[in-house]
Nanobody, 117 residues
C-alpha cells in the first residue's frame, strides 16, 4: 500500500522559514515524480514544486520561485520542501503527491502551514 506522510508544518511569522517532509512507503521511490501542492482556503489547489526522483529535474510554481526549494533523499525515501521568506499568501494546506510511471496519483493527508504575525 502506497503511503505518503507529511510533517513539518505549523505557524510561522512572515519572513520566516519552514521545511516540510514527505516520507514515502509502499512503492519504488526512484520510479516517481514527486510534487508538493497547496490548497489555500477558498481558492483552487495549485502546484508548488515537483522533482523527478531519478533525474533530479525540478519545477516550481511562479509564486514560490526563488523562495522554495524541493529536494529528495533517496535512502530515506523522503522529499523535502524548504520554504523561505514565507508570506501570508503562502498559508494553505500542503499536500505531498506521487505520480507513478503509469500515471496513478497518490496523496498524503495534508499539513497546515500558516504564515501570520
Amino acid at each position: 500500500e502506497v503511503e505518503l506522510v507529511e510533517s513539518g508544518g505549523g505557524l510561522v511569522q512572515p519572513g520566516g522559514s519552514l521545511r516540510l517532509s514527505c516520507v514515502g512507503s509502499g512503492f519504488t521511490f526512484e520510479k516517481s515524480l514527486m510534487r508538493w501542492y497547496r490548497h489555500p482556503a477558498g481558492k483552487m489547489r495549485e502546484l508548488v514544486a515537483s522533482i523527478h526522483i531519478t533525474r533530479g529535474d525540478t519545477e516550481y510554481g511562479d509564486p514560490v520561485k526563488g523562495r522554495f526549494v524541493i529536494s529528495r533523499d533517496n535512502d530515506q525515501k523522503t522529499v523535502y520542501l524548504q520554504m523561505n521568506n514565507l508570506r501570508p499568501e503562502d498559508t494553505a494546506v500542503y499536500y505531498c503527491n506521487r505520480r507513478s510511471p503509469l500515471g496513478v496519483e497518490y496523496w498524503g493527508q495534508g499539513i497546515q502551514v500558516t504564515v501570520s504575525s
